[in-house]
């Protein structure tokens, strides 16, 4: 079942106010960012944290649940919707856990350098 445009704005409400939070539309479903970074994903109208040991330590006792077939586990923090101020606060802990995204690559902005043009010798031929 694909979540709903409602559950998304729920979970959005619940984290107004922090900046750098974005979500993009994956298969029915919804990956959230922090500043790039991807921190949880809404999958069946239910939130799933990435797991870190940050996440682990702001949350206290998890449950993990899977978001989709074939995920690793994830912190299932649907009780946390009621608590803004700790869902704000393990979204946080996790993303400044997590890596940061690695760079995309862009041909168009890096062209491939050109081969220098064969020069052809100026010598006269033997004769």
């Known amino acids: 079942m694909a979540s709903d445009a409602h559950f998304l704005d729920h979970v959005l409400d619940q984290l107004g106010g922090v900046s750098g939070i974005t979500h993009r539309r994956m298969f029915g479903e919804y990956a959230l960012y922090h500043h790039g970074k991807v921190v949880a994903f809404i999958c069946d109208n239910r939130l799933f944290l990435k797991p870190s040991a940050a996440g682990r330590a702001s949350i206290g006792v998890v449950s993990e649940g899977f978001p989709y077939p074939g ?21 946080l802990a996790t993303s400044a856990d997590l890596p940061e995204p690695k760079p995309k690559a862009n041909p168009k902005r890096e062209p491939k350098a050109k081969a220098p043009a064969k020069v052809k010798s100026a010598r006269p031929k033997a004769g």
């Open 71 to 91: 995920a690793k586990a994830h912190f299932v923090v649907d009780d946390l919707l009621d608590d803004r101020e700790r869902l704000v606060a393990a979204l």
